[in-house]
C-alpha cells in the first residue's frame, strides 16, 4: 500500500493535467458542465454547441479497424451522456449499421473541422442478417461519428451545422 502522500500527490498530478488539456477543433470557450463525467485514459470528453446551449459528453474512442468493427455491439445500456467516437485518418462518405447492437442510437456524422452533418437515429438490430441491415449514412465527408442513446440529440438540439468541440486530443491516446 502507498503511504498518502503520493496518492495525494498523483491525485493532484492528474487533475492539473486534465486540466493542460485543448480542443482540436471548434469553440475553445466551450467548457464542460459541472456535471460532465471525467475524462479516463480509455474516454473523452466533448462538447456539443448548439442554439439551445451546450452538452458535454463523455466518448470511448474507436480510431482501429477493430474497434470501429466492435462499435457497441453487445452493450444493453450506455450510462447517461455517455457514448462512443469514431476516428477516422480521412474524411469520407460514411455508413453505419447496427449488427448485434441493443441500444437504439443517435449516429451524429461530424466533418474534419467539427460541424455536424447529420443526425440519424437507429433502432437496434440484433440477430438480423448482413443483409437485411438498415445503413445510416453521412450527408456528406466524415472523419469523425458520434454514437449516443437515441434521444440525445432531440433532448439537447443538436443537428446538422451544430459544432463539437473535443476536449482531448484523439491523435495522442
Not at 11 to 28: K, N, R
Not at 126 to 143: C, F, H, I, K, V
Request: proline residues 6%.
Amino acid at each position: 500500500m502507498r503511504p498518502p502522500s503520493l496518492v495525494i500527490v498523483a491525485l493532484a498530478l492528474a487533475v492539473a493535467l486534465a486540466g493542460c488539456s485543448q480542443p482540436i477543433f471548434g469553440d475553445e470557450n466551450a467548457t464542460p458542465s459541472a456535471d460532465a463525467a471525467d475524462p479516463t485514459d480509455e474516454n473523452v470528453t466533448a462538447t456539443f454547441v448548439t442554439d439551445e446551449g451546450n452538452a458535454t459528453v463523455s466518448l470511448e474512442v474507436a480510431d482501429t479497424s477493430e474497434e470501429r468493427e466492435r462499435g457497441l455491439m453487445y452493450r444493453q445500456s450506455l450510462p447517461d451522456d455517455h457514448g462512443m467516437v469514431f476516428v477516422y485518418d480521412d474524411a469520407d462518405d460514411r455508413s453505419f449499421w447496427m449488427k448485434n447492437t441493443y441500444v437504439p442510437l443517435d449516429m451524429i456524422f461530424v466533418a474534419p473541422d467539427g460541424t455536424v452533418l447529420n443526425v440519424e437515429h437507429a433502432e437496434p438490430e440484433p440477430n438480423t442478417s448482413t443483409a437485411d441491415l438498415e445503413r445510416y449514412e453521412s450527408d456528406g465527408p466524415a472523419q469523425y461519428v458520434v454514437e449516443l442513446e437515441r434521444g440525445f440529440a432531440n433532448r439537447t438540439g443538436v443537428d446538422a451545422g451544430s459544432e463539437i468541440v473535443l476536449h482531448d486530443d484523439l491523435h495522442d491516446r
